[in-house]
T-cell receptor, first 116, second 115 residues
Framework: AQSVTQLGSHVSVSEGALVLLRCNYSSSVPPYLFWYVQYPNQGLQLLLKYTTGATLVKGINGFEAEFKKSETSFHLTKPSAHMSDAAEYFCAVSDPPGGGADGLTFGKGTHLIIQP | GAVVSQHPSRVICKSGTSVKIECRSLDFQATTMFWYRQFPKQSLMLMATSNEGSKATYEQGVEKDKFLINHASLTLSTLTVTSAHPEDSSFYIC???????????FGQGTRLTVV
């Protein structure tokens, strides 16, 4: 069974500061990993994903994440926070094709607060 | 990217009635659609997976007779909440993908309130 742990239900950073949202996973097979952003009363928008290949993944809006197999982590970072980054962020994992489970398993989410 | 549209975005219904939520892939054919449920300030929980032309696969603990899923075409899946009760009030989100090797795109969600 897969699981995703996001450390910190709320993270507050100052505008212009580094954003670091933590995600650890457990999976019986090397997983696919995702970060999504959700604005209030809206669906999810994919920020970035890791499937295979380069472990440092760059996404939209200046976000990036690094897959570290030894640490079973996929932390999300952005060098300089912007007010528009305030939202809920979800880390998710899925089995690769043929690996079994189909849908995504989500973490509980981290609410990112940007202070002016 | 591909567009997935959900309708309605918000619905209020009386306890005991049924509500249908539509999920459409607007510019691609979706072989697989997923339905998720999200309680306030919580994560998304997968309810069921539906493949076009076959019965949906429900996650453990999800009542298939209460949450009816139909995936009759490659661009449309529906979720019907039957005999709705206040505890069914939630945010329901669908996602759709072309095939097993592709990304799933999410709809904008439907806020269901049962009064």
């Amino acid at each position: 069974a897969q699981s995703v742990t996001q450390l910190g239900s709320h993270v507050s950073v100052s505008e212009g500061a580094l954003v670091l949202l933590r995600c650890n996973y457990s999976s019986s097979v090397p997983p696919y990993l995702f970060w999504y952003v959700q604005y209030p009363n809206q669906g999810l928008q994919l920020l970035l994903k890791y499937t295979t290949g380069a472990t440092l993944v760059k996404g939209i809006n200046g976000f990036e994440a690094e897959f570290k197999k030894s640490e079973t982590s996929f932390h999300l970072t952005k060098p300089s926070a912007h007010m528009s980054d305030a939202a809920e962020y979800f880390c998710a994992v899925s089995d690769p094709p043929g690996g079994g489970a189909d849908g995504l398993t989500f973490g509980k989410g981290t609410h990112l607060i940007i202070q002016p | 990217g591909a567009v997935v549209s959900q309708h309605p975005s918000r619905v209020i219904c009386k306890s005991g009635t049924s509500v249908k939520i539509e999920c459409r892939s607007l510019d691609f054919q979706a072989t697989t659609m997923f339905w998720y449920r999200q309680f306030p300030k919580q994560s998304l929980m997968l309810m069921a997976t539906s493949n076009e032309g076959s019965k949906a696969t429900y996650e453990q603990g999800v009542e298939k007779d209460k949450f009816l899923i139909n995936h009759a075409s490659l661009t449309l899946s529906t979720l019907t909440v039957t005999s709705a009760h206040p505890e069914d009030s939630s945010f329901y989100i669908c996602s759709a993908r072309r095939g097993a090797l592709t990304e799933a795109f999410f709809g904008q969600g439907t806020r269901l309130t049962v009064v």
